[in-house]
Structure formats: structure tokens, C-alpha cells
């Protein structure tokens, strides 16, 4: 996937424990809607913290496309 197709849906600080925690969730999330958590939720690390993103396609469903991203 391309980087104009994640969204980022939460930061986090650094050694922040529930970044997992809502990582985990986002994977739920993923994989109820039959798709890989691996593909579609990524938690990335930069110099101002963590964010989590997931792809387009997962926050299409959210946003009432229901995956047209």
C-alpha cells in the first residue's frame, strides 16, 4: 500500500502501553471485516511518537462507505 492510503486514526507517546492495546482492537476490527490485520493496521514509530494507522479501505467502513475507499 501506498502512504496516501493509511490514515492516521490515533497517536500516541512513546513506550505508551495502550497503543497495543488499541492496535489489538484495529485488528479485530480488520479481521471481522475479513481482511489482514498485517495489511491493513500498522502502528508506526516517528521522532514525535507513535501513530496508529489503518488503511483507507478499513476507514472507508467507518466513515459509511462500507469499503470504497
Known sequence: MSES???IVETFELG???ALTVKR???D???????YP???VRLVEDPSGLR??????????FQG?????
Open 5 to 7: 492510503e493509511w490514515v
Open 16 to 18: 505508551d502501553p495502550r
Open 25 to 27: 482492537r484495529w485488528d
Open 29 to 35: 476490527i480488520a479481521e471481522d471485516l475479513a481482511l
Open 38 to 40: 498485517e495489511a491493513n
Open 52 to 61: 496508529l494507522e489503518v488503511s483507507t479501505f478499513v476507514n472507508s467502513y
Open 65 to 69: 462507505g462500507l469499503g470504497r475507499g
